[in-house]
């Protein structure tokens, strides 16, 4: 971090769907850990404010390739250019945060705009983070120079390093500085603020059925479901207040943007592929719209199938279906079946409750199998609390669901739960020992040559080096898969020698492995995470000189630690992270 108690704190939250920001100053921290301030309006670009506390996760770059606007601002203009036919050269991003979830990722990945066409996704995602961050520095009312913040960037529990590594360098390229830079997993940074709420004895108005949740020994699950990801975490209350991680974190993309995809079939099934298909094309700031009014209709499902849900249905769709289609929407609608369920009024579409539920329930059942397996782990026993947290926990049918349920348990709700993730996010940087036992993710260690032994390695791992037999890709292990590691850990120092005569520098991969104990980095359950060169331009000492190396396990991020023993010279390396 920039320092170890920097004056300003402030968490930057890119979500799949929606976006945000938090920050709170030391002395406000040292008196009350929850006076965190929040933004609630963002302008839409059009003379309108909206009251939010976060903003759609939208980019749009103009004609140019350059940054033209975020949010709702970016929306509004790309409706604006697409109901005038103006937006061939506009490209508008959306909901991009999930292309880091077990993707491909390099510098040189793209994203795909709303009109198809390509841009660089590391410039996406720091346009994202650049904007958030002056929208802030907007928003202060003293001044502070950037030197004296520390900033934090939400990043979901499952993704892997290369997609951490990734946003830091989004964010250097926004122009934060590494060491002002923090990760922080949202799962835990939600647990974090939740337990801050309780010690703080405001849990009777912020939460639902919390009693006895902040105890030394209670244990509990949060279930941070957001719009692209559902993070899902254990965790127990130390006698210190700190929190230990009874499970790694585990999950899927079981995000509410799943029941928007739903939805998109619906309309398919309403309207047929090819009438939906030319709408899309043609009609893209109407298209957006739809989906406006079904995200707002989405909140309000319950388990009531009395309910009823209105879409304003635009002239555009109406008019591509006419032209497209042979039938009345009635009949098609009775064909499709749904007749029962959904009318056209006018301009209105009403669709039942019951249907509205079926578009929700198959990505709810996933999440709740998920949290019934873990329930079962004998590594979670005696869980009391379910904590629901994230924006898509907001959802009344996903908290009736867990309620009837886990009905052995307490299902805790909290008001604002959109926000729990960045607050949290601004307590942990301001005090990043929150989590005070993990455990380790993976087996971490790394590729070393070793004196071959016929009864042991295997013939094809035999190379000749300076006229000695060496076995290569031997897995130097460094910490083991659920091994407990203490916030901060270091594991004991590695030694490591030059191969060559001559050696001025000394290369090393990392590789994680699902097993405790792989024999080599080819084994089926080894994967390279990246590498990181040492230099060493003394020759004195040759093939006996040393380095020392060891990992950094216990926190959010796995770094590296090396020593050139025969300069005295300790340097952090840094990873150049493979792509999967």
Known sequence: MAQSKPLLVVAIDIGTAYSGYAFSFQHEFLTDKLKITTNKVWSDGDNHLQTSYKTPTSVLIDP?????????????????????????????????????YKSEISETMELESVSGHRFNALSVFAMSILYLKEHFSGSLQQQVTD?????????????????????????????????????????????????????????????????????????????????????????????????KELHKASGEGWGGTQVDDQFTELLLKIFTVKVMKEFGKHHKSDWLELEKEFEINKRRISSNDEQKFSFRLPASLHETFSFQSKCSLEEQVAESGLSRDVRFTGDKMRISGKVMQSLMKPTIQKIITHVETLMADPKCREISHILLV????????????????????????????????????????????????????????????????????????????????????????????????????????????????????????VYKSTVTKPKYTTDPSCFKLGSFTVDMPDLTGEKDREVGVKFIVGGTELKVKAHEKTTGKIFDATFNFVTK
């Open 64 to 100: 140019y390739g350059d940054f033209h606007s975020f949010g709702y601002e970016a929306e509004t203009k790309y409706s604006t250019v697409a109901k005038n036919k103006e937006e061939k050269n506009w490209l508008l991003f959306r909901r991009f945060k999930m292309n880091l």
């Open 390 to 509: 994230g924006g898509f926990s907001e959802s009344p049918l996903l908290q009736e669901e867990f309620r009837k349920n886990f009905r052995s348990v307490n299902v805790v709700t909290q008001r604002d739960a959109v926000l729990s993730v960045v607050k949290g996010a601004v307590i942990f940087g301001h005090r990043p020992g929150g989590i005070g036992i993990r455990l380790a993710a993976f087996t971490y260690g790394t590729n070393i040559l070793s004196t071959f032994d016929d009864g042991e390695h295997d013939p094809d791992k035999l190379i000749m080096i300076e006229g000695e037999r060496k076995c290569k890709d031997i897995f130097e292990r460094f910490v083991s898969v659920d091994e407990e590691v203490p916030h901060g850990m270091e594991t004991s120092e590695h030694t490591f020698n030059p191969i060559y005569s001559g050696q001025k520098t000394m290369g090393l991969a």
């Open 147 to 243: 030197s004296e913040i520390q900033y934090v960037l939400t990043v979901p529990a499952i993704w892997d390093e290369d997609a951490k590594q990734f946003m830091r360098k989004a964010a250097l390229q926004s122009g934060i500085l590494g060491d002002q830079l923090a990760i922080a997993l949202e799962p835990e940074a939600a647990s974090i603020f939740c337990q801050s709420l309780l010690a703080n004895s405001r849990s009777d108005d912020e939460f639902c059925d919390a009693d006895n949740i902040s105890r030394n020994g209670s244990r509990y699950i949060v279930v941070d479901a957001g719009g692209g990801t559902v993070d899902t975490t254990v965790h127990e209350v130390m006698l210190s207040g700190d929190l």
